[in-house]
Nanobody, 118 residues
């Protein structure tokens, strides 16, 4: 079973950048599609970006052109580079084995808080 620990969040001004990291432990990380999800207060969890084991990315419309997902299978790590951040990006960000666009199921990590001020 693979478990994830997210880091790299913080407080930034609108237009700023952050790089989130997701360190995985357990076997088989390189075999999985991994997704970055986020959940804002009062909203449902949503997929922001996903990446296949081979490195092919996929993005939600809200992330296209601003976010870049990447992975280093040798380091068991997935990254999310976020540029031109907007206040509506404020949320707790989680990574996980892909769980669909709505991120169903329990057993999420702590996540990392991203707050974008206007």
């Amino acid at each position: 079973q693979v478990q994830f620990v997210e880091s790299g969040g913080g407080l930034v001004q609108s237009g700023g950048s952050l790089r989130l990291s997701c360190a995985a432990s357990g076997s088989g990380f390189g075999n999985y599609v991994v997704g970055w999800y986020r959940q804002a207060p009062g909203k449902q969890r949503e997929l922001v970006a996903g990446i296949t084991h081979g490195g092919t990315p996929n993005y939600a419309d809200s992330a296209k052109g601003r976010f870049t997902i990447s992975r280093d299978n040798a380091k068991n790590t997935v990254y999310l580079q976020m540029n031109n951040l907007k206040p509506e990006d404020t949320a707790v960000y989680f990574c996980s084995i892909y769980r669909g666009p709505a991120g169903v199921g329990d057993g999420w990590g702590q996540g990392t808080q991203v707050t974008v001020s206007s």
